[in-house]
Every structure is written in structure tokens, then in C-alpha cells.
């Protein structure tokens, strides 16, 4: 009888290049999305199952966990997640608590409802998506560095509280080619207009016009990422952390070489914050 794998986020970037990559490592795929039309396109088989789910929505983790009942889940990959861009004093209180609900409420919702199903399968393990941005903080996008130090958090805890039965590995990438950083700039929203007038307009307008495509340049693309996911899942002994990316492993180590000051003053001149 063949293992499944449940994944959160498979409309597109890294949720999606795992579906293929886990079916050709013999995984029985549970490729799930916000909405089912996303996922239309997969090659059906008898190794693939798609499902609806939000990760902020009760119901429809229950829905999902229903739907596995007879299957043997022996990986849950906690991948949904979206960047919620802005200087702290111009975010809102709901996208900030929006921010909260899919990257870190979402998971530990899944992550929690999974649990049983996945308890019952020898070797078991939990993926945690987080991100470098979850050891170390950039400036405007304290939203999400701050939703990634949490799943960073709650993944520690939860590998000392069940890590005995179901391995707990954090994924921590830096940063990828996905849709990612397209839906960050649809975040956006009315941010230019509540920074106008103020010394963050000149501070955003270049933000928007050069980080997509300056991250872009550097980004690792999103098959590779998930190539390194795809070995955790299938390591006799899971490792703790997956760290992915050049700019993952360098920069977390600079910031723990440099004096703070510097480190300061290295991301404050990278951000034009003056
Ligand atoms: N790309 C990077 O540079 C990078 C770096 C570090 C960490 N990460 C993390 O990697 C994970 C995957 O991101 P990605 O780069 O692959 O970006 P992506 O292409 O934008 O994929 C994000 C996925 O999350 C889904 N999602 C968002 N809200 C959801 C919700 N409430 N319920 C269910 N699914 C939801 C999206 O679905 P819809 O299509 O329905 O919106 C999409 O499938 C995220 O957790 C992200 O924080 C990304």
C-alpha cells in the first residue's frame, strides 16, 4: 500500500512543483487548493488526489481530513502561504491579522487536524514552510517576518511535544521564483496612497519598481526548492531544518557574525531608509 503526502498551497510555485517531483518518488499525492479549477491541470492517476482546501477555513480542513480517512498519510507539507508587504506604521490592523490566519492560525489549524491520521503511520512527518525571513527580519514586510518567526516557533514546540511519533522539519528557504512575489505586489493595495505625503512614498516607489525584479535575478527556481523539500520527505532520518538557498545559509550566518549596528546599517542602506 502506497504513502500519501498531503500539500497545502498546489495552485502554483512550490506547492505545485511538488506534486510531480513527490508522485516520481512513489508518494501518493494529496494536491489541495483554495480552488479546485487550480488544480485541473495535474495528470490524474491512481497516485493523485485533489481537494479543496482553505487553510483558514474549519470546515474545509475537516472536509480534508475526512477525505484521507482511509488513506495512510504518512507527510503533511505545510506549504500555503503569501507576503504581506508594508512598513509596520502603515499596515492595517486586518492585514496584519490576515497575515496571521493563513501563515501561521492556517497551519497550526492543519497541522493540528492532520495529527491523528498521521500518527498512525510509522515514520511520520510534518513540513513546515517557513522561510529565512523567519530567523532574521527585513524592513517592510515585518508582517510576514514575523508570520514565519512564528511557524518557526510553534514548529520547535511541536517537535518537543510529539516529535517522537511525527518528525517535525522546518523548511526554510530564501528566496524562490514563484508567484510569490507577484502576489505580494497585488497586496499593495492603496499602500502608495497612505504613504503619500509622507517620507515613505519615495521609500515604496522604488521598492515596487526594483525588488521583484532584483529578488528574481537571484531567486533559485522553484523546481530545485522543491527537489530539496522532496528529499526531506523521503530521508530515513528527517532532518531538523532544510535550509534553501545561498541566501538562506549566507545571510542568517552574517547576521550572527556582524555586530548589530552593521547588520542595521548594511539592510537600512539596501532599503534607501536613510
Ligand atoms: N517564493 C519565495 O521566495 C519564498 C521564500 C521563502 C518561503 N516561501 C514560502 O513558500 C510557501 C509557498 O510560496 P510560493 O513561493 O510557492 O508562492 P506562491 O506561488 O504564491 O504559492 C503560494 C500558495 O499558497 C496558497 N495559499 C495562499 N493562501 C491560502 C489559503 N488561505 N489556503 C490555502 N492555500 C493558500 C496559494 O493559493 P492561491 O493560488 O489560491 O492564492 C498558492 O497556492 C509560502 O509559505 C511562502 O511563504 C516562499
Redesign the pocket.
Known sequence: MRHWVLI????????RALVPLCRLAGWGVVAT???ME?LADLPLGEDLRVLA????DAASIAAAVEACAELRLKALVN?????QVGPLELLRTDELRAQFE??VI?LQMVTNAFLPLLRRERGARILQ?A??LGRLSIPLAGAYNASKHAVVALAESLRLEVGREVAVVLVE????R???RD?LAQRWGDLPERGRGTRWEKILARHMAVRKEQADRY?MD?ESCARRIVNALNAAVPPRRVVIGHDARWVGKLKALLPAVWWEWLLRRAYRLG
Open positions: 497545502t498551497g498546489c495552485s502554483t510555485g512550490i506547492g487548493a483554495r480552488r487550480a482546501l482553505d487553510v483558514t506549504n500555503a502561504g503569501y507576503g493563513t501563515n492556517g514552510v522561510s529565512m528557504p530564501g528566496a524562490i514563484t508567484a510569490f502576489t531567486a522553484a
